[in-house]
């Protein structure tokens, strides 16, 4: 079903203070523009290779915070038997770069990835993306068919599976603002807002559903308000109707980024949480779950 850590290291916990204080090893895995964009590795300290591998990237609205933010979690995969990578990605400003350039970024990452697969010692087969808020979009576009052949050619996931937490998988609303500039305006009648719209919709992860998609584990705070609870529980039924591998847990009396310690819930509840994620990510991958 997800990913297969190896059962060995099922007993290791979270401990935020030792994970803060793991170093990962940096790789460059695009350059252009005198700048470098890296990866972040963190590697299981096992020599069974290949690894299961989990790539990280961040929230922060697609204009703010960096990959050090999932850091102890990429140690945590580590721990776990996986290599944990976090993906630097750039930000979008207000005058040349927008979610678009967040999303191509964010997919030359996971090609690098497959590509040096042997070098890196992962299985490729293994591959699972995971993203918190902003982040969590980029996650599952990289689990989405149809995303993935608008930016790669070629129309399948680039992972096997894919952990969205409180994240954002509809750009028609509010979250617009990612593509176009004071998000999408107008009225019904309006070409220049169809078109707008249209363009949202070919980029949501929730109206770009094939049977074929990663699995997925869907995890929201009830009383988030920043991303919505029932995009999230849209999304979980929109996989599920396509046959889709799909869970949705939704967390009481849980704000936004639930899984980020040192911000609006104890560091305890974040490590639980972090835990049983991977928990379940224990379980073996099916036999048709494969990245090609």
Known sequence: ????????????KVNWEVLKAERPETIVYKAFGGRELKLYVFRPQERNAPFPAVLFYH????????????FPHAAYA????????????RLMDDET??????????????????????????????????????????AAVLGCAKIAGRFTGVYKPLVAHTVFLNGIADLTGKWSCALFKGGI?????DDGRREKLAE?????????????????LIYHGQNDSVTEQYTAEEYY??????????????????KHAFILPDLYHPNEYCADILEKIFNRLTIDLSPNSRVG
Do not use: Q
């Not at 609205?61 to 999932?70: Q, Y």
């Not at 919709?201 to 109206?207: D, E, G, N, Q, T």
């Not at 039924?237 to 849980?254: K, W």
């Open 200 to 216: 949202a919709r070919a980029l949501s992860p929730l109206f770009n559903i094939s049977a074929g998609d990663a699995g997925t």
């Open 78 to 89: 580590a721990l776990r038997g996986a290599v944990g990578i976090c993906a630097e990605y």
């Open 1 to 12: 079903m997800y990913i297969g850590l190896s059962k060995k290291v099922y007993d290791k």
């Open 185 to 189: 305006t107008g009225g019904p009648d």
């Open 237 to 254: 039924c929109a996989l599920s109707e396509a046959g889709v591998n799909v869970e949705l847990t939704l967390l009481p009396e849980t």
């Open 97 to 138: 770069l927008s979610i678009r350039d967040c999303i191509r970024d964010c997919f030359d990452a996971a090609l690098y990835m497959i590509k040096h697969a042997e070098e890196l010692g992962i299985d490729r087969n293994r591959l699972i993306s995971f993203g918190d808020s902003a982040g969590a979009y980029l």
């Open 59 to 70: 929230g922060g609205g697609w204009e703010r915070e960096s990959p050090a933010r999932l």
